[in-house]
Each structure stands twice: as structure tokens, then as C-alpha cells.
């Protein structure tokens, strides 16, 4: 077997000059991966919240229970085609090297994300109007089922040693403040009237996309290779199959990796798509409110993604995400009761302590976990499958099954709390199941 050190490219000798140039390069990558990702998860969120607020009634002709239902199902559309994207894009990431990956994964989701924008409703199309949708959203998923994989092993790849966490942190802070930019654009746009909102003012958040996306296909086409996969094709190590060599030689890591995204998928997106929508239609809180609330508590994610990335450094990945799931499991019910309360700055705190404290503290150590349990050539295709199959099961269900939940219990959340608890065990199983890897080079995985 193959195996890749994270400092491999890292010359004994040759003075600051080589060591400059270096960490020179690991800032720029560091700045197009991160960037790129904001832009990535900012299309992919947009959908959440206008699933959560318009899609219901503009594509499916009904602003009650169903059209929820139907736009959270479309929403969950777009994670049951993740697993497509982290094959596909896993593959030619193994294959063909990260950086093109992450070029062609942002230029689909730009394209798919501006498309939305310009879709007519079901008034104008009739039933053609959701099945454009769904296709759109299917384009969507599988975008993004290489985004995360590709821009975080970008850092990870390229870490100095002892700091992995932080690098793979850092990229993966990208999805939390992708949704903070989403929200303000939408929270900005829900302002208006709601005539001119339902008519064109939720469109042009989805519009925007184009000139960003440009941005960042331009940020990204300057960086490098990762040291790792230029010592895998100089070598002529890459393999044919990697997702076969996968399924074939790590299966138990492949299995770990699903488990470890459990409870971040359910809890941060019953946060994101669910809780908006329970709040705004259960509880009466104006969606504008909860928009701001969410993006100012998303904003906290900047920091804190890092730092418990950088956290998980010093004391392992391990002790670091199950506190997380603890943290999470414990505050699940008080935070139903917090929003309960209708009050602003209550609503506000309990998103504080529930998004940048109990979901990051889980996350903040993920990129650097889930590519530490396989070797360089296999890797991509290890995160990506893995992890993309944990979103498509834990993350595109949450909203749908969270609404369902609440519905059959006749607007209580105590079996959501339940809900929450569980995928948090699931968590905690999938990290105990492994040992600690953040003091290691990266090799041969766990």
C-alpha cells in the first residue's frame, strides 16, 4: 500500500527561501478552497431556505402542510443525489487530482443555482414547474457531493504537521458562512412586501450566484496540486478503481465515516430548514427574524469551526467531537423550549449555543477525522461516498422527518428531541469505534 506523509514535499534542507515559498502556497490554497466553498454551500443553502419559506406555495400550489412537505421532500431530492456527486467526483479526484475536481464541482453548481432563479412557478408551468425544480436540484447534489471532500483534503493534504485540524477546519468553516451569506441575502429580500417577495424578490438571491461563482472559478484556477496526489501520479500509484479498492479493503472506515456525519446532519439541518419552518409557521416568530437570527448565529461559525479544529490538534479528535454530540444530545430539548419563548434575543441565544457550540464543536474536528481514516490513494472516494451517503440518510431526511414528527404529535418537538438524541448516539458509537488519529502522519488511515 501507498503511503502519503502530509509534509512529504517539505525539503530537509534548503533554507527560508523553500519554507517561504511553502507556507506562501499553503495560504493561497487555504484562501481559494475556503472561498469557493462559501460560494458552493451559499447555492446549496439558498434551496433550504426557500424550501423552509416559498417553494411550497410558488412550485407545488400549496402554502399549508403539503406544499411544506413537498418542498422539503425536494429538498432532501438534492442529498439523495450527493452520493452521485461523492462517486463521481471521488473518482476523478483519486484519478485525475483535486484541483480539477473543485473546478468543475463549483462551475455545475453556479449554472444549476442561477437556473433556479429563473424557473417559472407553477401558476405559469403547471406540473412542469417541480419537475424543472427536482432537476435542479438534483444538479445541485451532485455538485456538491465533491465540495466538501475536494476543498477540505486541498488543506488537509497540504498541512504542516501537528496542525491538520486546522487546516481541514478552516475550508469546512466555508459551509457555515455559506449559509450565513445566504441568509442575509434572503433575510435582506424577505423584507419586502410579500407580494413583491413571492413575485421576483426570492429570485434574486439565486441570480446572484452567477457573478460569484465566477470569482471563485477564477481564485481557484491558481493553486496547486496537493503534495500528496503530485507523489501518487509521479509514481504511478493512483489506482484504477478507488472506490472498488474502498469497499474492498476499508469497508470498517468507510462504515465509520457515515456515522461520524450523523449528528451534524440532522441537528444542522433540523437548525437550517426545519426550525425555520416550525418557527415561523408553529410558533408565529416573522421569518425575517429567524433569517437574521440563524445568520447571526451561523456567523459565530467563522471562528468557532477553527477553533475547535484547531482544539482537536491539542487534544484529539476524538475527546473534541464527543463532546460535541454530548453538548448536542443535552441541549436538544432546551433549545425547543428556548424558541418556544417567541422572544428575539431568547431565539437568538439558543441558536448561539446550539449552532457554533454543540454542532461545531462536532464538526469542527471532521475534515481532519474523516481524512485520516484512509491513504492518499483512495481517499477522495473514501470522504466523499462516505460522507455524501451520511447527508443523503441523516441530512436530507432531518426537515421532512422533523416536520412529520412534529405534525404527529400535534405540534409537539419533544420527538424530534428524541430524533436528535439518537443520531447523536450514532455519532458517538462511530467515534469510539476508531482510535485516535490526530497525533499521526497521514498513511494508511485507521
Not at 473543485?102 to 443555482?113: H, V
Amino acid at each position: 500500500m501507498s503511503t502519503t506523509r502530509s509534509t512529504s514535499t517539505e525539503a530537509p534542507t534548503g533554507g527560508g527561501t523553500v519554507h517561504s515559498s511553502r507556507a506562501r502556497e499553503r495560504r493561497r490554497t487555504m484562501v481559494a478552497g475556503t472561498v469557493g466553498t462559501v460560494l458552493e454551500w451559499y447555492d446549496f443553502n439558498l434551496y433550504g431556505l426557500a424550501s423552509a419559506l416559498v417553494l411550497g406555495p410558488l412550485f407545488f400550489g400549496s402554502a399549508g402542510l403539503g406544499g411544506t412537505l413537498a418542498s422539503f421532500a425536494t429538498f432532501g431530492v438534492g442529498f439523495a443525489a450527493r452520493p452521485v456527486g461523492g462517486m463521481l467526483f471521488g473518482h476523478l479526484g483519486d484519478r485525475v487530482g483535486r484541483k480539477k475536481v473543485l473546478l468543475i464541482t463549483l462551475l455545475a453548481m453556479g449554472a444549476a443555482t442561477t437556473l433556479v432563479g429563473v424557473l417559472p412557478t407553477h401558476a405559469a408551468a403547471g406540473a412542469w414547474a417541480p419537475v424543472l425544480l427536482i432537476l435542479l436540484r438534483i444538479a445541485q447534489g451532485i455538485a456538491v457531493g465533491g465540495e466538501f471532500a475536494g476543498a477540505t483534503l486541498l488543506t488537509v493534504e497540504n498541512a504542516p504537521a501537528g496542525r491538520r485540524g486546522l487546516y481541514g477546519a478552516v475550508p469546512a468553516m466555508g459551509t457555515g458562512a455559506g449559509f450565513v451569506l445566504a441568509s442575509a441575502v434572503f433575510g435582506t429580500v424577505s423584507l419586502l412586501p410579500d407580494e413583491a417577495f413571492l413575485s421576483w424578490g426570492w429570485r434574486v438571491p439565486f441570480l446572484v450566484s452567477i457573478g460569484l461563482v465566477a470569482f471563485g472559478l477564477w481564485l481557484r484556477h491558481g493553486v496547486e496540486e496537493t503534495p500528496a496526489f503530485t507523489t501518487l501520479r509521479q509514481e504511478g500509484a493512483t489506482v484504477r478503481s478507488p472506490l472498488t479498492t474502498v469497499l474492498r479493503t476499508r469497508p470498517g472506515a468507510l462504515l465509520r465515516v457515515l456515522g461520524i456525519t450523523a449528528s451534524g446532519f440532522v441537528w444542522g439541518y433540523l437548525i437550517q430548514a426545519f426550525a425555520l419552518s416550525y418557527a415561523t409557521k408553529e410558533l408565529g416568530i416573522p421569518r425575517s427574524a429567524m433569517l437574521w437570527a440563524i445568520a447571526l448565529a451561523s456567523a459565530l461559525e467563522i471562528v468557532a469551526i477553527p477553533f475547535w479544529g484547531r482544539l482537536s490538534d491539542r487534544f484529539g479528535r476524538r475527546r473534541v467531537v464527543l463532546a460535541g454530540v454530548l453538548c448536542t444530545a443535552a441541549y436538544a430539548y432546551p433549545f425547543f423550549r428556548l424558541l418556544d419563548t417567541r422572544s428575539f434575543p431568547v431565539v437568538l441565544f439558543a441558536l448561539v449555543i446550539a449552532i457554533p457550540v454543540c454542532k461545531d464543536m462536532a464538526f469542527g474536528p471532521q475534515a481532519a477525522l474523516l481524512a485520516e481514516q484512509f491513504d492518499a490513494r483512495v481517499r477522495f472516494s473514501g470522504v466523499s461516498v462516505g460522507r455524501e451517503f451520511g447527508g443523503a440518510l441523516f441530512g436530507g431526511t432531518a426537515p421532512f422527518i422533523g416536520t412529520a414528527l412534529v405534525a404527529a404529535a400535534g405540534g409537539s418537538a419533544t420527538p424530534v428531541v428524541l430524533y436528535v438524541v439518537a443520531a447523536c448516539a450514532l455519532t458517538a458509537a462511530a467515534v469510539l469505534s476508531g482510535r485516535e488519529t490526530a497525533r499521526g502522519e497521514i498513511t494508511g488511515g485507521i
